[in-house]
């Protein structure tokens, strides 16, 4: 069942298209995310879902019904920004409680759910507290539980681990995910932060300047990504660019220099002609080493020199400078047993064409 469909949605903010014709569907229980950098168009993407900004053009549709004309109240939707200002001077108990009060529930009945929220977030005993007396993520997760508490057909989280330290925002991101899990709410989470939606989402929506580029899952997005702005902006690639020479059935050579070339496998969702110029993307971690003199033969073995090397504790950073004069980076575990280069070694670098992702330039 679709939970969420936007059809072909415009904004303009005066002469700025700020969201260009977004198509999505989010499937039921989805933890759907939309990633993309700085002013992409994300924030104003979620605020029209939630009715808080009009649409100039398309559709949403919230489990089927048309809901593009609809108050904020009338859609059923919980937003937690960035910023979750909680009321100061009212307690957890009555900051979670605040919506229900609204819709006048009576006060036992708003207890009960509250301590229920409170569980689910875990933060039972925290009622008579004030947000002042809570720590950054704690009061985050009392955010969540106010959100929750109106059982909303959506939950839109707008980059709400943001202003939380790396261990806390770690930790956040494994509540989340469980809390998702124990609730199976239709959630759409907005972040410019690419590892938070790896390790998080079922699929990720890929946002450049107010357009949807591509849809997969985090492994379709980080392993063979559709466009070349995806390869580039998730996680740290090599590219070489090149032209196509040759075309055959299960593969393909691109010559990157005066007389050097790459073979790459075909790829139906990459298809390209003779004589296309392209460009061949390989992830950092996927390049191996060999010594200088190793019987290799086969296909993308370079010779190179390490220029380079940066430690960044879970691995290091190698730069070779191929003979052919591009730079290659490697990034390699700092396992006991990986071999260790030193600045100036000679080696052979292995650019395996089962991870070589070859892309055409856009004309
Ligand atoms: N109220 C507004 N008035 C005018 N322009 C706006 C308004 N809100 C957003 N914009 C513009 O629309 C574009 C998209 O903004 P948006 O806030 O949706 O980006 P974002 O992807 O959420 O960015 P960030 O990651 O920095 O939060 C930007 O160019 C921004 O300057
Ligand atoms: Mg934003």
């Known amino acids: 069942m679709t939970a969420l469909q936007l059809e072909k949605i415009d904004k303009y903010f005066g002469k700025t298209k700020a969201v260009d014709g977004v198509s999505l569907e989010v499937q039921e229980n989805e933890m759907f995310f939309l990633l993309g950098t700085s002013g992409c168009g994300k924030t104003t993407t979620l605020r029209m879902i939630a009715g808080l900004e009009q649409v100039d053009g398309g559709a949403i549709r919230i489990k089927g019904r048309d809901v593009t004309r609809l108050t904020p109240q009338k859609r059923q939707i919980a937003l937690v920004f960035q910023n979750w200002a909680l009321f100061p001077h009212k307690t957890i108990r009555d900051n979670i409680g605040f919506g229900l009060k609204m819709q006048k529930q009576p006060k ?30 704690q009061q985050q997760r009392v955010a969540l539980a106010r959100a929750l508490v109106l059982n909303p057909n959506l939950l839109l989280l707008d980059e709400p681990l943001s202003n939380l330290d790396l261990n806390t925002r770690l930790r956040m991101r494994s509540e989340l995910v469980e809390v998702h899990r124990r609730l199976g709410l239709t959630t ?18 890929l946002m450049e300047d107010g357009k949807l580029l591509e849809v997969g899952t985090p492994h379709e997005i980080y392993e063979s990504p559709h466009t070349e702005f995806t390869a580039r902006f998730i996680g740290e690639k090599n590219s070489l660019q090149g032209t196509v020479s040759a075309v055959s059935d299960t593969e393909q050579q691109v010559r990157f220099n005066e007389d050097s070339y790459l073979s790459v496998p075909v790829s139906s969702k990459h298809p390209v002609q ?8 390989i992830n950092a971690e996927k390049i191996r080493f060999f010594k200088a003199d190793a019987d ?68």
Do not use: W
């Open 108 to 137: 036992t009945d708003i207890d009960a759910q509250v301590e229920n929220m409170l569980q689910v977030v875990g933060l039972p005993g925290f009622e008579d507290r004030l947000p002042g007396q809570l720590s950054g993520g």
């Open 188 to 205: 759409i989470f907005v972040t410019h932060d690419q590892t938070e939606a790896l390790a998080m989402a079922d699929r990720i929506a």
């Open 274 to 281: 003779e004589g296309d110029r392209v460009t061949v993307f």
């Open 296 to 363: 290799t033969g086969g296909d993308n073995y370079f010779q190179g020199t390490v220029e380079n090397i940066m430690y960044l504790g879970t691995s290091n950073k190698y730069s070779v400078k191929l003979q052919t004069g591009e730079t290659i980076v490697h990034d390699q575990q700092t396992t006991q047993d990986a071999p260790k280069y030193e600045k100036g070694d000679r080696l052979q670098v292995h650019l395996d064409p089962a991870h070589c992702i070859c892309i055409k330039e856009k004309q």
